[in-house]
């Protein structure tokens, strides 16, 4: 009998020979990489400014060479105070879907995280964070959209004709674990400038992946996760951020390196708070991705495009995906809200 991966990739050879094979390999990624704390760093969850904050994020990607790959996920952070120090417990909420490929392979998966940020200089709101985060996987995809060599005869393709293959289950679930740490902490005029990095590790049960109960020790890789950034502030209207990231899992590795400079308004000519972004990011070996981003107040909208760089360049036209983002970010009105307007933590 063939393997299930036999049979994906002689179905989808056309699609293989396009796209690089990491894609296969690792995990959903976003290129706005630094939205998505619980899946880039457990500990990074409650290390905004505010009391809450709500993401969605969506990505279309390869739809101008092939069944595009999309990706959308939302998310849900709040933090809170621990007594009367200034340690405080970050809390997450977050689900995906996702979809590729011409036999429409599917991910569903729902996780919660934890964070505990410990308060090391109040001067300079510095905080040693360590997160974990639990979560359920599904994984499916579509055997009437996928295509057999005994399917083809002198005739061309017939679909009735008998595919002579025999399948499990086309739809898995799974509970998979991550684990994280990161150190944050400001300093500058009224502690205006970030400073932050982490390290995380995911799949750490190490779920089987595959669809056929009887292929025991075909593992998920463990996913390592290296993350830092900047946030500084130049003066009252610019400033400039950089951030960078790191993932190895398996035999694949993925480094994307970029920043974005901030304009922001005249706050005493105007009631809103308006500050507009733009910046580049630069996914090493396989895409540009430049950034337009704004902040009205408490709610930021932005988008991006990757402009494809790699050996694919030929059929892509520089032409990778899209991605946009919407963030919410607030404060609750309870006593304890001058605590969130003091302890900022940013990513």
Known sequence: MKTLQKIIYRNALSLLLLIPFYTWAQDIHYSQFYETSILRNPALTGVFNGDYRVSMIYRNQWNSISAPFQTAQAAL????????????????????YD???????RTLSGSVAISYNKSINEAHNSFLSLGLMGGYIQRSFDVSKMTFDNQY???????GNPTGESF?????SQMDFGAGINYSTNNGPENANNYMIGFSAYHLTRPENTFYSDNAGIKKDLRWNLNASTNRLINEMWSVQFQGNFSLQGN??????????????????SESVLIFYAGCFYRIGDALIPVVKV????????ASYDMNVSKLKAASNLRGGFEISIIKTGI???PQKGFSKTVCPRR
């Open 77 to 96: 952070e709040c933090k809170k105070q621990i007594g009367e120090s200034q340690d405080f417990i970050g809390f997450g909420v977050l689900g995906f």
């Open 168 to 172: 499990g289950n086309p739809k898995v």
């Open 252 to 269: 694949y590795n993925e480094t994307i390196l970029g920043g974005l400079v901030g304009r922001k308004n005249d706050e005493a000519a």
């Open 332 to 334: 609750l009105n309870d």
């Open 153 to 159: 005869g002198p005739g061309g393709y017939n679909p």
């Open 99 to 105: 979809k590729t490929g011409s036999i429409n392979l």
């Open 295 to 302: 902040d009205y107040n408490q709610l930021t909208f932005a």
